[in-house]
């Protein structure tokens, strides 16, 4: 396994007291190889989960407790230089903007230049000309031309930007790269260029990859498996294949279903959910969705359901405890 990670809770602390479970007893593995999407509404611990896993938490958010393997060390308690050599073999992260991961007064081969010195291989000497020569080759590889390497960030429109974020995340060749909504704003023959970029890239040089986004059309697309969260949980995980109406177990992911637009029908019915997410200052001894569930028993309002093995994949629903109960 490439990745495990166990019981992972994040905490926001934004104030004296305060505490905002983001992402609550996560458990999670990610194989070599895979392609993995998360979704879920704003604010259900999606990119918290994404930053955790790539050790980019910052304050306010910690890691509050749990565990996180990359090849078996633990990443959660590695920090300073081990923390950056554990990085250089690693992972990387590609935040929602470009122009957020990159500095306005360094050229794309600056960035370029200052990774690769940051992160030296033992006896590894960066030139000038290496760095221009490394660039290049990046620049190929997210199909940009290369002078951009001598352009600054804002001289790059939002998915060139987008294309050089992802050149640095490759740089170092990483294991796993995490792309944290790597096409919000962006139009949307832009957003389908660089996906298709992002499947060609992850097959080619078989990465890992998560793909974090609010938009299920774009991770049913790209991925091998969908994992569903809502308030801080993972309520659903299975193939992608496999997310199709019929075979769909969790209410919140059918629920979530029916907002998007599925590419592979010609059918389309767009729905909104009820009701707002739970207060998540709050401890959930019940299920979070429950308010919000058409398909909710008394149990629901009592008890939190665990996530289980069901069809194929995990999930976290007592209707399906509940038939599994029945039939033992
Ligand atoms: Fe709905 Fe109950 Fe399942 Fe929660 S546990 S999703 S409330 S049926």
Redesign the pocket.
């Known amino acids: 396994m490439l990745l495990e990670a166990s019981g992972v809770n994040v905490v926001y602390q934004p104030g004296r007291g305060e505490r905002i479970w983001a992402v609550r007893d996560v458990d999670l593995s990610l194989r070599e190889g895979e392609f993995v999407g998360i979704v879920g509404e704003s604010g259900c611990g999606k990119s918290t989960l994404g930053f955790a896993l790539t050790q980019m938490l910052r304050p306010p958010a910690v890691l509050d407790s749990g565990m996180i393997a990359f090849r078996g060390t633990d990443i959660a308690s590695l920090k300073g230089d081990k923390l950056r050599r554990q990085r250089r073999r690693g992972f990387a992260l590609v935040l929602q903007s470009g122009m957020n991961a990159l500095n306005p007064v360094r050229s794309i081969e600056r960035h370029i230049g200052d990774l690769l010195k940051a992160h030296p291989l033992p006896g590894e000497h960066w030139s000038g000309e290496a760095i221009r020569s490394r660039g290049r080759e990046l620049m190929g590889m997210v199909e940009l031309d290369a002078s951009v390497l001598s352009r600054f960030p804002h001289e790059l429109s939002g998915g060139m930007r987008q294309r050089a974020a992802i050149a640095l995340a490759l740089a170092l060749e990483p294991e796993l790269i995490v792309f944290d909504e790597p096409t919000t704003a962006l139009d949307v023959i832009v957003q389908a260029a660089l996906m298709d970029m992002i499947k060609g890239l992850q097959r080619s040089r078989g990465f890992t990859a998560v793909l974090i986004s609010h938009d299920m059309s774009v991770v049913l697309d790209a991925t091998d498996r969908t994992i569903v969260m809502y308030a801080g949980r993972i309520v659903e995980d299975r193939r992608s294949v496999d997310m199709v109406p019929d075979r769909i177990h ?3 992911t059918e629920a979530l279903f029916g907002c998007y637009a599925d590419p592979r029908t010609d059918e389309v019915v767009l729905l909104d959910i009820p009701g707002t997410p739970p207060d998540l200052s709050l401890a959930d001894h019940d ?1 979070s ?2 308010p919000r ?1 058409t ?3 008394d149990i ?1 309002f009592r008890e939190r ?1 665990r996530l289980c093995d069901v069809g194929g994949g995990r999930v976290a ?3 399906y405890s509940e038939a599994r109960r029945e039939v033992s």
Do not use: G, R
């Open positions: 969790h209410p919140y299920c969705f429950a569930c398909s909710a028993i629901c359901p629903c007592h209707l």
